[in-house]
């Protein structure tokens, strides 16, 4: 039964508006992704570009013709994916529960929220000229006030240990690719479905990597109680680069991270998304 209250102009209810958002949100979060990966593929093999953040990703957006009528989009899906991420962890439309399990994914939840929360704010800020992307330090910064507290390294250190257990996790969700399980495969061709699977696998698998390293830099951290040890996306795949071989992990990693975009992509076009 529908329960979403209708809009008398479109004729949509609530929860129709919402999966709308939902969608819009995961095509945002798809170029800014799709957008580091460039990035990143770019100095990798010598044709400009740079290593850089999600923040990052939105400064480049921004700078491109009618950049902040682009960047407004963007902007404005990634406030749909908050929503949307907020429906989850508080109405609960897929049952989670309210058990341990339950509520540790709603709270994931919620945390995707606020993480995307920011960076929608980032990209207002660049579309106001009030700055708010580039790389920062802000992952440093939370970090120093992390280790300066009571018991501080072992904090961190357990961050970081948590953080190296997001990316094995993620190489795992690569493997089984259990999240084929929420798209409409009905509606895809035989191709599309293959090679939707085999990029969403490569992505998700190089965001492992990127994971894995951020989770290394915070262990250091935590080892010699220096916050400046501590690098975030920029930093892991500037680390990459630094390595033997280092242009082409590089370059792995940067083409994954333009599959992981294109993952949201299908995951906007194709996932079928409960809001009530």
Not at 68 to 84: D, E, S, T
Not at 247 to 256: E, K, Q, S, T
């Amino acid at each position: 039964m529908n329960t979403g209250q209708k809009d008398p102009i479109t004729g949509a209810n609530s929860s129709e508006w919402v999966e709308r958002l939902a969608r819009l949100g995961f095509g945002a979060r798809g170029v800014v992704y799709a957008t580091v990966g460039v990035l990143a593929a770019q100095a990798a093999f010598g044709a400009g570009g740079k290593t850089t953040d999600t923040k990052g990703a939105l400064q480049s957006i921004v700078t491109q013709p009618f950049g902040k009528f682009l960047l407004a989009i963007v902007a404005f899906g990634l406030l749909g994916y908050v929503l949307w991420r907020f429906v989850e962890a508080i109405a609960d439309p897929e049952n989670k529960g309210t058990d341990a399990k339950g509520l540790a994914l709603r709270l994931g939840y919620a945390g995707s929220g606020l993480i995307y929360a920011g960076l929608a704010w980032s990209a207002i800020k660049l579309i106001l000229g009030s700055g708010g992307g580039g790389n920062s330090n802000s992952s440093q910064d939370w970090t120093a006030r992390l280790l300066a507290q009571p018991f501080g390294q072992f904090l961190t250190g357990i961050v970081g240990a948590a953080v190296i257990g997001m990316g094995f996790y993620q190489f795992y969700r690569a493997y089984k690719a259990k999240f084929r399980k929420k798209w409409k495969i009905s509606e895809m061709s035989q191709q599309e479905e293959k090679w939707a699977t085999l990029a969403s696998r490569f992505g998700i698998a190089s965001r492992g990597v990127v994971f894995s390293i951020i989770g290394l830099f915070l262990l250091q951290a935590a080892r010699q109680s220096d916050a400046t040890q501590v690098e975030g996306l920029g930093g892991a795949l500037a680390a990459l680069a630094r390595q033997p071989f280092g242009p082409w992990l590089l370059g792995i990693v940067a083409f994954g991270l333009i599959a992981y975009g294109i993952y949201n992509f299908v995951e906007a076009r194709y996932r079928r998304i409960q809001t009530r």
